[in-house]
């Protein structure tokens, strides 16, 4: 029965027609529904239909590669190993719910991220990510030990979960940038209590991130979005125009009429 679900989900993403000057947005929107099926299904622990989705992503991800000439090598390297992380985890009986959750996740903002040209879903992480870091920044300010441990397990697993997408979204040198504070703090996270820098490496590393969940909100009118906006209100103005005018033309006519019967 999974089977035929799975297959319902497939064909009816992709018979929607599409014409063939957005074949690649068409063909990736439909992946891109496809990533968020199999998250749905994992949520609901529903590993083999998802499984069987991502399979179905693969397939058609290989045919897109060859037939369109899309992808730069940096985006099919991230989207291939984020795909090969959300199978391992499927597949795995070691990991948790949680743990498959998370690579799926992952996989979806990655396939997203690709497609979204603003405010693509990993920045709806961005409350989440900051109020870990927050909760972070106040454990290193106290020097509480076994705090910063949690807070900072925390905080990496969030990241990571984001990091490939912003890999995608933001220039090299600034990804590699938050990504070498972040690298650093976990790397010298027993003794990162111990340095006197310590709330100065925190304040950075803090602007860092707020500057890049700010940095992909700075665009985020679509500019095809603002001209149907901008049409939508022309044409509700030219209609209530035209109500407003016949509104007055019907009011004259009766006041004739009214005028014609007193006489």
């Known amino acids: 029965m999974s089977r035929w679900i799975v297959i319902f989900i497939a064909v009816l993403v992709f018979m929607t027609p599409s014409n063939g000057l957005a074949d690649h947005t068409d063909n990736w929107e439909k992946l891109d529904i496809i990533t968020d099926q199999a998250l749905q299904l994992v949520k609901h622990q529903k590993y083999d239909d998802a499984q069987k989705l991502l399979s179905y992503f693969s397939d058609q991800f290989s045919k897109v590669i060859i037939h369109e000439n899309s992808f730069t090598m940096d985006e099919i390297r991230v989207i291939t190993a ?26 979806r903002l990655v396939v997203d991220a690709v497609k979204s040209e603003h405010q693509p879903l990993w920045t709806e992480m961005e409350t989440s990510v900051m109020a870990t870091f927050h909760t972070l920044k106040e454990a290193v300010n106290s020097g509480d030990s076994q705090v910063f441990q949690h807070e900072l397990n925390s905080f ?82 030219v209609t209530l125009s035209y109500v407003a005018w016949r509104k007055y033309k019907g009011d004259k006519e009766k006041q004739a009429s009214r005028k014609r019967l007193n006489d």
């Open 82 to 107: 984020s795909y090969e992380e959300a199978e391992l985890a499927l597949t795995s009986e070691s990991l948790s719910h949680e743990e498959c959750i998370k690579a799926v996740t992952k996989f």
């Open 156 to 237: 990496l697993g969030k990241y990571d979960i984001i990091y490939p997408s912003v890999r995608l979204d933001l220039d090299t040198q600034q990804s590699e940038k938050i990504n070498a504070y972040v690298t650093y703090m976990d790397e010298s996270r027993d003794e990162l209590l111990l340095h006197d820098s310590r709330m100065e490496h925190m304040q950075v590393m803090e602007e860092e991130l707020i500057r890049m969940f700010k940095q992909m909100k700075e665009d985020d009118a679509d500019p095809s979005l603002i001209w149907v906006m901008i049409s939508t209100g022309s044409i509700i103005i």
